[in-house]
Structure formats: structure tokens, C-alpha cells
């Protein structure tokens, strides 16, 4: 089964995912911060120097210095698998943004998020994402 775990859970975690790209398309920094574990990792393999980002405070200093080169974002996003397990989850999400640039052109992203999760507090936070792109155009 492709979602397993408490009903509760499940919902939590895919408004964790939501959240996510709603923060990025109302430019929420302190919202989007939020959404990260403190000793979390944020994984793009694809953006020279954003390999592999560990901890919150990190992740967001890129974040920040990242958005500023795409001032005009629409982040929607959705769950294709999780599995929870007791305070720790795993789970795949498929993020699609369109991204207008400064100068009007335009383009949309197709992405995987191969997703782990921790519940902190009653709290479900990203513990680690890795990113890769599934198209681009």
C-alpha cells in the first residue's frame, strides 16, 4: 500500500508538504523555516554548492540567497507515497513549480522529493530532502 500509518499522521504530513509549497509561492521565510527539524538536510544534486545543506539555520541562509534569483514562484505539490513508522516517516512528493523569471520568460518544473520525516513535539518537520528533476521546459 502506497500510504500506511495513523489517519492523523497521513494528514500532517501532506499538509507539511503543502505548506511547503504554499510558502514559497506567498514568500513566507519564517513560515517555510519552520517546516525543517533542526538538524535537518536539504539535498539539490543539481545546483552546484546545494548538494547537501545540513541544518536548519543552513538551509535556510540558502533558501534566502536562492529565492532571490526567482522572485516570481507557484509551488503546488503532492504526496506519492508514505510510510509512517512510530515518530519517523518516509515519502515521496512530486513538486511542480512555475517560475517566472525577472525578465518575463517563464517555465515549469517537474521535481521528485524523496522525503524523511520526524515528528518533534507532535510536530511532523522535514528531516531530509533529496530533490531531483523529472522535467523541466
Known sequence: MAFTGP???RLAIHELVAAYADAITVRDPAGWKAL??????WCLPLIPGMESIKGREAIFAAWEAAMKDFPNMV???GLGMLEIDGDKAKG???PRELIISPDGATRTDYGLYEDDYVKIDGAWLFKRRAHSILYSG
Open 75 to 77: 509551488g503546488t505539490s
Open 7 to 9: 489517519f492523523e499522521d
Open 92 to 94: 515521496r512528493a512530486y
Open 36 to 41: 525543517w527539524a533542526e538538524d535537518s538536510e
